[in-house]
């Protein structure tokens, strides 16, 4: 039969419309489908003539470098990360109380990574494609180490507190304050990292 004599009773076009809705279509989506040569390749799949393949999902970070800290057998973050030691010219309330008191022994030496976000994303997917909360957890005492070797910028550290809830430790390199401004958030806030934001973690 020639495409010109190809037509669609009510019933087949019920059929359609029931499958596109069943399986969550939109009326754009059903448009782009109708467009070019698309429709070719669905029926070159219900004959068997070719296959379905998911395409991978693009990637949310990539690797831009690797640092070295050093065994710290104890360290004070109450002490040491405040204003006026390691470049910190700044740091908010919320980051004064989640230091308090927390003292780390034994932390021992690794190879940290630093990963550019290329997407905008809350930190779930992101922890999760940096191979998950073993991997992006660091310490404080590593980052005191970084505050002196890392280039300006904006740097993410996921850090547990003393109850062994995640959080994400913000520094931000600010000219006008000539130094580095601290910040911390809960994970759970669902807060949008913008694309360029580095993140920390374990390079495996």
């Known amino acids: 039969m020639a495409d010109s004599e190809l037509m669609l009773d009510v019933g087949q076009a019920n059929e359609l419309k029931l499958a596109f809705r069943r399986c969550g279509w939109t009326n754009e989506e059903i448009k782009k489908l109708s467009e070019g040569d698309t429709l070719v390749g669905v029926r070159q799949v219900i004959r068997g003539e070719a296959t379905i393949q998911a395409v991978e999902a693009s990637k949310l970070l990539e690797d831009v470098g690797t640092y070295g800290v050093d065994v710290v057998t104890e360290f ?15 740091a908010s309330e919320e980051f004064k109380k989640f230091i308090a008191g927390k003292i ?6 690794a190879r940290l990574r630093v990963s550019k976000l290329l997407r905008q994303s809350v930190d779930g997917p992101i922890i999760a ?9 660091t310490f404080l005492a ?15 550290f996921y850090v547990k507190d003393a109850q062994g809830r995640l959080w994400v430790v913000h520094c931000l390199w600010y000219s006008s304050y000539s130094g580095w401004c601290l910040n911390v958030d809960s994970v759970a806030k669902l807060f949008q990292w913008t694309v360029g934001n580095q993140f920390l973690s374990r390079d495996s």
Do not use: F, M
Request: hydrophobic letters at 35%; glycine letters at 14%; charged letters at 25%.
């Open 129 to 137: 494609e940096l191979g998950g909360e073993a991997t992006v957890e």
């Open 104 to 109: 780390e022994t034994n932390v021992p030496a």
């Open 76 to 90: 004070d973050a109450e002490t040491e990360l405040v204003e006026g030691k390691h470049g910190i010219s700044w």
């Open 142 to 156: 590593w980052l005191s180490q970084l505050l002196g070797k890392l280039p300006h910028g904006r740097y993410l």
